[in-house]
């Protein structure tokens, strides 16, 4: 194989010497024709001379404790004899050798990054690089350490404040990112896998980005290389702005696969703002449970397009209460700004103070309407339904629900305390049939069939019966600590 490439390389050279005349000849004409590059290549030295000096590394130590690492067969099982030798406990045989054992203290250093915003020692990071850390030592790039002092942190915006005992310090310029447009380059220095002031680069892929277990950050999306060791350093843009802070990759691995997350930096310095003061971090809060709507979603609640924000769950006495929210209703606007999927609700709501007065866009049975409501600052100690139902009484009376296939039992009134809810009942079994399709599981409770409350099997029994087959209906379910919608579909 290795002399096959040898002998097309030789071939080619030789085309390129044969030819050599003719390509000479043609080139200026190709060039005068192509005219100048609408793109030039960026150059990021001039950035990294002047704030990379003002990116630091972070040094964590965290005690913990050592968690039983024993085989994970029972002690009479025929496989323990074979699997145990390689599940001993730590220090034992078969165990990590000087590894701490089941129950003893034992401590963890990690890595992360940072950037200093005033010459007097204050340092933003991400709040994953810091918390819990009884031990936070920040490196600057001209090898000086210091013990940094934690002055507060937002565990669900993920950003934190540290304080160092420093003067004169380098400093990085806070940019805009309102302004950052998808397909500008942009530049991240850290610290990944430990490898201090890495810079590494690439163009934003996307703005506004919602995660899952993040819905109050509009992420910046890139493609810039960020590996463990990048998290908490900065984002610049072309002018040497820091325009976000590095906080989270998408991998199968482990490592960087092409997805890249920031904290865009405005909404992080809001939040650094309220951290220096010593304040609780303030999120606006409208005290729903919202979905996307799918297709089928969509035409089961009558409406044309699938859009907007789905509201499956009601907080009582929250501020949608209040307004008249009720599940079921789509949010299609929000003070005047369009709602086209659920993630974007989250971040336009946080960001505001309590007491602001909003417009919300509504559709209602097909139909539009406008709601008023009043945002509430997020309680601190909101919690949340019981991640599992109380079973039903033995004596209780069940019912199954042919139709369907599913076996169906009242909630206890403890149970009932337990989630928040006045009605539905609870799914004690699913067969092969429309619920299983659905998405219905064993211990969720049905709190609403086409829009109508469920109080008992019997309610649901007769309301199944004359359901039209083949269209879309929504089935509001709880489960765990939510509720959500999904699309039921009854054969003829």
């Known amino acids: 194989m290795k002399n096959r490439v040898l002998g097309r390389q030789r071939l080619a050279v030789a085309l390129c010497v044969g030819l050599g005349l003719s390509i000479g000849m043609v080139a200026p004409t190709w060039a005068a024709a192509s005219g100048q590059a609408l793109v030039g290549l960026p150059d990021f030295t001039p950035i990294v001379k002047q704030y990379g000096p003002a990116v630091v590394n972070i040094s964590t130590t965290e005690t913990k404790v050592a968690r039983d690492t024993g085989s994970p067969f029972p002690p009479n099982s025929p496989l323990n004899q074979f699997f145990a030798p390689f599940f001993g406990a730590p220090g034992q045989p078969g165990g990590p050798q000087g590894a701490p054992g089941a129950g003893q203290k034992y401590q963890v250093q990690s890595l992360g990054s940072g950037f200093i915003v ?45 304080k160092i005992d420093a003067k004169n310090l380098p400093t990085v310029q806070i940019g805009d990112s309102g302004k950052l447009e998808v397909g500008q ?243 004690l079994g699913v067969g092969v049939g429309p619920a299983a399709e659905a998405g219905i599981r064993p211990g969720d409770v049905i709190l609403q069939v086409a829009q109508q409350q469920i109080a008992n099997a019997t309610d649901l029994q007769k309301l199944v019966a004359v359901l039209p087959a083949g269209q879309p209906i929504p089935v509001l379910v709880r489960r765990g600590e939510g509720s959500f919608y999904l699309v039921l579909s009854l054969p003829h």
């Open 118 to 162: 005033s010459p007097d020692g204050y340092v933003v990071t991400a709040a994953h690089v810091v918390k819990g850390a009884q031990k936070i030592i920040v490196s600057l790039t001209n090898h000086h350490q210091y013990t940094a002092h934690l002055v507060g942190l937002s565990t669900r915006m993920d950003v934190a404040l540290l």
């Open 185 to 427: 380059w942009v530049l991240a220095v850290g610290s990944p896998f430990g490898f201090e002031n890495s810079v590494t680069q690439g163009v934003v892929s996307a703005t506004s980005r919602p995660l899952p277990d993040d819905p109050y950050i509009p992420f910046i999306q890139t493609d810039v290389p960020i590996n463990p060791g990048n998290s908490g350093g900065p984002l610049f843009n072309m002018r040497g702005q820091v325009i976000g802070i590095n906080d989270q990759i998408y991998t199968s691995s482990g490592g960087y696969m092409g997805l890249s997350f920031s904290i865009p930096i405005n909404v992080a310095m809001d939040a650094v703002k309220q951290l220096k003061l010593h304040q609780k971090v303030h999120f606006g809060w409208l005290g729903v449970m919202i979905q996307d709507v799918s297709m089928d979603l969509a035409k089961s609640f009558h409406m044309k397009e699938p859009v907007g924000a789905l509201v499956s769950q009601v907080v009582p006495d929250g501020p949608a209460a209040k307004a008249g929210l009720r599940p079921g209703d789509v949010i299609v606007s929000f003070d005047g700004q369009s709602i086209y999927n659920s993630g974007q609700l989250p971040p336009l709501v946080g960001a505001l103070p309590a007491g602001f007065k909003a417009k919300l866009g509504v559709i209602r049975d097909g139909k539009p309407m406008i709601l008023n409501i009043m945002v509430e600052s997020l309680p601190g100690n909101l919690e949340n339904a019981a991640a599992t139902s109380a079973a039903p009484n033995s004596s209780a009376q069940k019912g199954e629900v042919k139709r369907l296939n599913v076996q169906v039992g009242p909630l206890t009134a403890e149970a009932r305390k337990q989630l928040n809810v006045n009605t539905g009942v609870l799914v």
